[in-house]
Antibody, heavy 114, light 110 residues
Framework: VQLVESGGGLVQPGGSLRLSCAAS????????MTWVRQAPGKGLEWVAN????????YYVDSVKGRFTISRDNAKNLLYLQMNSLRVEDTAVYYC????????WGQGTLVTVSS | QSVVTQSPSASGTPGQRVPISCSGS????????VYWYQQLPGTAPKLLIH???QRPSGVPDRFSGSKSGTSASLAISGLRPEDEADYYC???????????FGTGTKVTVL
């Protein structure tokens, strides 16, 4: 099982980024997928999850209306579209398999700063 | 808003037993399985315990989990230097529709 995130970087407050997670080594379309973030020096925070066919999506309150989770089962890709980014969204973003996250990718750093 | 609390730090000398506690509520630990993750410095979290007390294959039996009511605990027996890491408990939260993570415990090997 391998999960590889990409798309992180430096963005100004109010800007947008789209994170991707490439999955391999398992039947991607059979699993819920999850995004979790970790602010620098802080703990883990669940961000969003999505069911197998993309019809059910859930978000932590702090990102509702700003972030959108989606997936492309034909390409084994998970996405997180992040709009209206805030300084407090600065974190390493991990994708993980299943609703109880396991395993995790190596993470991608998102820095929101002017 | 749901909160799952852990003691910020724990320590021991090599060979000692170190307990780590995790306190939640009826919407998470009290009604769902508890999971424990180990995060070594600079790496992604790794699942250590699932379904309250089950070890995935490859996890040493020095790690054990238990749960009672709305609290859970992880014990590290025969502490080793390579166990120095951050440990997080987690449980599905019925009000979040997602997992809630504990505040994390930093384990130091003296």
């Amino acid at each position: 099982v391998q999960l590889v995130e990409s798309g992180g970087g430096l963005v100004q407050p109010g800007g947008s980024l789209r994170l991707s997670c490439a999955a391999s080594g398992f039947t991607f379309s059979s699993y819920w997928m999850t995004w979790v973030r970790q602010a620098p020096g802080k703990g883990l925070e669940w961000v969003a999850n999505i069911n197998q066919d993309g019809s059910d999506k859930y978000y932590v309150d702090s990102v509702k209306g700003r972030f959108t989770i989606s997936r492309d089962n034909a390409k084994n890709l998970l996405y997180l579209q992040m709009n209206s980014l805030r300084v407090e969204d600065t974190a390493v973003y991990y994708c993980a398999r299943d609703i109880v996250p396991d395993p995790w990718g190596q993470g991608t750093l998102v820095t929101v700063s002017s | 808003q749901s909160v799952v609390t852990q003691s910020p730090s724990a320590s021991g000398t090599p060979g000692q037993r170190v307990p780590i506690s995790c306190s939640g509520s009826s919407s998470n630990i009290g009604s769902n399985y508890v999971y424990w993750y180990q995060q070594l410095p600079g790496t992604a979290p790794k699942l250590l315990i699932h379904r309250d007390d089950q070890r995935p294959s490859g996890v040493p039996d020095r790690f054990s989990g238990s749960k009672s009511g709305t609290s859970a605990s992880l014990a590290i027996s025969g502490l080793r230097p390579e166990d120095e890491a951050d440990y997080y408990c987690a449980a599905w939260d019925d009000s979040l529709n997602g997992p809630i993570f504990g505040t994390g415990t930093k384990v130091t090997v003296l």
